[in-house]
């Protein structure tokens, strides 16, 4: 009897002890990313910081209204419900920084055939979904589309561009 006993405290101690693991990489990767994006929004000229943290907006955007989706799609796995969700919720955030990067002369729709053109977002978008799949137990961008799928109300409080990114946010001031 004890030794169920301790088997079960070992199975929670491991399970929790991952739990732990996988969230505490968790922040460190965001933590990196934000000091990546820092480091390179410095790291230009002051007259360009504005467009560049403007860019990076309508770029994550994009990636989460509609890149996303299509990866997914083309998975098996129908994202659309989470595409109209993610839209509905960040419309008008989404409307304010349009207007602003319309105002400092950018085209979103440029901006958009540019990320569009290369392979370079849909290769990180799959690292992402491989990452939400290993979270989930699985193993497959399949998986992590499924994920996304399960937890998505979970999934659309992250993409708060704001909170996941507040020294961009604070450069593109969108008022």
Same mark, same amino acid.
């Given at each position: ?12 101690? /491991?399970?929790?002890?991952?739990? $732990?693991?996988? %969230? ?11 000091? =990546?994006?820092?480091? %390179? ?5 002051? $007259?360009?910081? *504005? ?11 994009? &990636?989460?209204?509609?890149? =996303?989706? $299509? /990866? ?18 960040? /419309? ?7 207007? $602003? ?7 979103? %729709? ?14 990180? =978008?799959?690292?992402?979904?491989? *990452?939400?799949?290993?979270? &989930? ?14 937890? %998505? ?16 946010? &604070? ?5």
């Amino acid at each position: 009897m004890k030794w169920i006993f301790r088997l079960a405290v070992v199975v929670i101690l /491991v399970y929790g002890g991952q739990a $732990a693991f996988r %969230q505490a990489s968790l922040a460190h990767e965001r933590y990196e990313a934000r000091k =990546l994006i820092k480091e %390179q929004i410095e790291a230009l000229p002051v $007259a360009q910081r *504005r467009t560049a943290a403007l860019e990076i907006y309508l770029a994550f955007y994009w &990636s989460g209204a509609n890149l =996303l989706p $299509a /990866v997914c799609k083309k998975e098996g796995v129908d994202l659309s419900d989470y595409a109209k969700a993610y839209a509905d919720r960040y /419309v008008a955030e989404h409307d304010r920084v349009h207007a $602003a990067y319309r105002s400092v002369g950018g085209s979103e %729709q440029a901006l958009i055939a540019t990320i569009s053109s290369g392979t370079t977002s849909t290769d990180a =978008l799959r690292k992402g979904l491989l *990452r939400a799949a290993n979270l &989930s137990q699985g193993d497959s961008t399949v998986d992590g589309c499924r994920a996304v799928l399960a937890k %998505q109300n979970k999934v659309l409080d992250k993409m708060n561009f704001p909170e996941a990114f507040p020294y961009v946010w &604070s450069v593109a001031a969108v008022p």
